[in-house]
């Protein structure tokens, strides 16, 4: 989940957000030449602030509720293949509905972006934006807090892989998303 929600948003943020022009450069103070207007600031502002609310959303005691409590899930028969393969695909603890699925679906703004990057709509770039900040932030906490806790407490060996491979599907998903993003920037640009 962690290695999807920071790919995407890498891959879209910022290289092609920055390629993104308002449909109306009026409003925005844009003279239509280099972008020196309010609409890209707005664009990052969207994104920062919203990523902070969906970092702070998963502390909300109903949204809590709705992810897996340390300890929940059932022991399972047999070990999986690593910590991390349990950790993504579990079905009995409620994560893959909560956080996997949404991170799965969060594919679906590379898209997105592209077309706003050809075809230029305000109110739907300020809007995915928006869905793009508190998604990530949300899906970001969400694996990084609960994930480790999956795992049962006396299979301490895996719930400490859990943790690492965490962290790893961090780098690789930053990685990952940066060389796409900078790629498709390159795209855009045609350079």
Known sequence: SVFLSLGVTLAVFPGVTSSIRPSNPGFWGEDGSDGDGWFAVSLVAAFTITDFLGRSVASIPAVEALLPRPHDPAPSP???FSAAGRLAFSSADGFG????????????????F?????TPNDGLALASMVVLGL???YICTATMAVGPTIVRPEHKAERDAASVWLLVASFVGLSAGS??????????TGR
Do not use: K
């Open 114 to 118: 592209l077309h706003l990057a050809a």
């Open 97 to 112: 509905r909560t956080v996997t699925l949404p991170a799965v679906a969060r594919l679906a703004m590379v898209p997105l």
């Open 78 to 80: 047999a070990p999986p």
């Open 135 to 137: 998604s990530n932030g």
């Open 179 to 188: 060389s796409v993003g900078l790629a498709l920037e390159r795209y855009l």
